[in-house]
Nanobody, 126 residues
């Protein structure tokens, strides 16, 4: 499954950006979906995730209260709205997808992600 991302770019501190991710040729509700990010010189880290139904969401402590992940059924996308951006939010953001295979779901564990997007750069200027 190919995950197609969009929406990265440049924002000022305190500004907002909205990312978007869609699985090419498939329904996004066939997967749990989420986002990770990787800043230069750092490991990839969990940002946010949402269940296949949209009923549950999960956030890293560093973005809780500032980011909101949701599903857009009409557009078949999963979109994190990123508000109150900080320079430390600067990173390449990767969309992630997990197959609904009946095994346990560990949204914060990047090693258990089944599908990755190509990444989109978010830069927050101070």
């Amino acid at each position: 499954v190919q995950l197609v991302e969009s929406g990265g770019g440049l924002a000022q501190t305190g500004g907002s950006l909205r990312l978007s991710c869609a699985p090419s040729g498939r329904s996004s509700s066939d997967y749990h979906m989420g986002w990770f990010r990787q800043a230069p010189g750092k490991e990839r880290e969990f940002v946010a995730a949402i269940t296949w139904s949209g009923g549950n969401t999960y956030y890293a402590d560093s973005v809780k209260g500032r980011f909101a992940i949701s599903r857009n059924t009409a557009k078949n996308t999963v979109d994190p709205q990123m508000n109150s951006l900080k320079p430390e939010d600067t990173a390449v953001y990767y969309c992630a997808g997990w197959a609904l295979d009946g095994s346990g779901w560990f949204p914060t564990d990047s090693t258990r992600v089944n599908y990755w997007g190509q990444g989109t750069l978010v830069t927050v200027s101070s």
